[in-house]
T-cell receptor
Framework: DAMVIQNPRYQVTQFGKPVTLSCSQTLNHNVMYWYQQKSSQAPKLLFHYYDKDFNNEADTPDNFQSRRPNTSFCFLDIRSPGLGDAAMYLC???????????????FGPGTRLTVL | AQSVTQPDIHITVSEGASLELRCNYSYGATPYLFWYVQSPGQGLQLLLKYFSGDTLVQGIKGFEAEFKRSQSSFNLRKPSVHWSDAAEYFCAVGLNSGGYQKVTFGTGTKLQVIP
């Protein structure tokens, strides 16, 4: 089945120690998104890639970076995690097609990040 | 800017009872509307979506939602709740934004199902 995969499902890191979360997709979608979801809150968009074009949300901290080496993979790098960065990180994909009004996003299972 | 309001933070229903989760949105144009479900520790699963056409939308797991433009609402319903429906439900509105879809989520409604 075509899907969005996130690894690892659970990640523990230390305060200030860089961490990378991984997302891969077999849907061949051209847009990939990263969301942060803190406990009992709605998902919050951090950034997205449209093909190779990176687009940062205005309020995403500089501590968060992303890489998309190819269509299938996208990484979320947290350079110096703080206690406030503990959250579920969700990857999503969609296909944007000119002339088609909308295509929904498909979500991966998420990576729960713990910062000690 | 679009926004989504889910007025009920937490709802408890008995198994077998009917369910309605409320959602109101604010958006100037025709909205693209979604309901997602999230089980504890899991990602988001799309239950149903409304883009256009018939205002009563059928989804997976026996859920349906009705788009009411006059009330700016997109309430989710299920006639008979099962214990496995206990989860958090997010209403969302989407906007096409030049190469991607910007989705705004509501704050979610946690559903508890009691025997």
């Amino acid at each position: 089945d075509a899907m969005v995969i996130q690894n690892p499902r659970y990640q523990v890191t230390q305060f200030g120690k860089p961490v990378t979360l991984s997302c891969s997709q077999t849907l061949n979608h051209n847009v990939m998104y990263w969301y942060q979801q803190k406990s009992s809150q709605a998902p919050k968009l951090l950034f997205h890639y449209y093909d190779k074009d990176f687009n940062n949300e205005a309020d995403t901290p500089d501590n968060f970076q992303s890489r998309r080496p190819n269509t299938s993979f996208c990484f979320l790098d947290i350079r110096s995690p703080g206690l406030g960065d503990a959250a579920m990180y969700l990857c999503a994909t969609s296909r944007w097609t000119r002339g088609r009004p909308y295509n929904e996003q498909f979500f991966g299972p998420g990576t729960r990040l713990t910062v000690l | 800017a679009q926004s989504v309001t889910q007025p009920d933070i937490h709802i408890t229903v008995s198994e077998g009872a009917s369910l309605e989760l409320r959602c109101n949105y604010s958006y100037g144009a025709t909205p693209y509307l979604f309901w997602y479900v999230q089980s504890p520790g899991q990602g988001l699963q799309l239950l149903l979506k409304y883009f256009s056409g018939d205002t009563l939308v059928q989804g997976i797991k026996g859920f349906e939602a009705e788009f009411k433009r006059s009330q700016s609402s997109f309430n989710l319903r299920k006639p008979s709740v099962h214990w496995s429906d206990a989860a958090e439900y997010f209403c969302a509105v989407g906007l096409n934004s030049g190469g991607y879809q910007k989705v705004t989520f509501g704050t979610g409604t946690k559903l508890q199902v009691i025997p």
